[in-house]
């Protein structure tokens, strides 16, 4: 599964793809992730979704990079795919369909960068309390900031 062979099998789909140290990377926009992952899936065997993660480049347009890596264990072989984003529209399609894990990851992601995943239906927060205000992760957030306290709630209280 080299560059070159996933650029010709996914050409008009894919917009480049390369070598980033024995990884095979696809840049995508976020309307070709489902058909992309299928591809994946279906032809190649990457059938385990390791991560969805989000790099944060505050100086940059689009600002975002959602980057997802899944594994072929048949062929013992990763692919990442990276998909820009701009502030304004931070949102793309869950695969939550598709993999089960990707619940837990896509909330993790939207609590920390902010960004939505559509079709998800549960984004609330992971790792953070109910009412945080803003998402830690984004290079603007101000690291001294006072969140809100709230009222502790008993363990097992709705």
């Not at 390369?18 to 990377?25: A, E, I, N, T």
Request: aromatic content about 8%.
């Amino acid at each position: 599964m080299s560059p070159e062979i996933l650029a010709a099998e996914l050409s008009g789909r894919i917009e480049r793809a390369w070598d980033s140290h024995g990884m095979c990377v696809l840049d995508l926009q976020p309307a070709q992730l489902l058909g992309v992952v299928d591809h994946l899936r279906d032809v190649h065997g990457c059938t385990l979704f390791l991560d969805v993660t989000a790099v944060d480049h505050p100086a940059r347009q689009p600002r975002f990079d959602v980057v997802y890596h899944f594994l072929s264990p048949a062929q013992r072989r990763r692919v990442r795919l990276k998909l820009p984003l701009p502030e304004d529209a931070a949102v793309v399609p869950t695969l939550t369909g598709r993999f089960g894990a990707a619940r837990f990851m896509e909330r993790e992601v939207h609590e920390m960068y902010g960004i939505r995943f559509d079709g998800n239906a549960d984004l609330r927060p992971i790792l953070l309390y109910e009412g945080f205000v803003g998402h830690p992760l984004r290079k603007d957030y101000p690291m001294e900031r006072e969140q809100p306290i709230v009222d502790y709630r008993q363990p097992g209280a709705a």
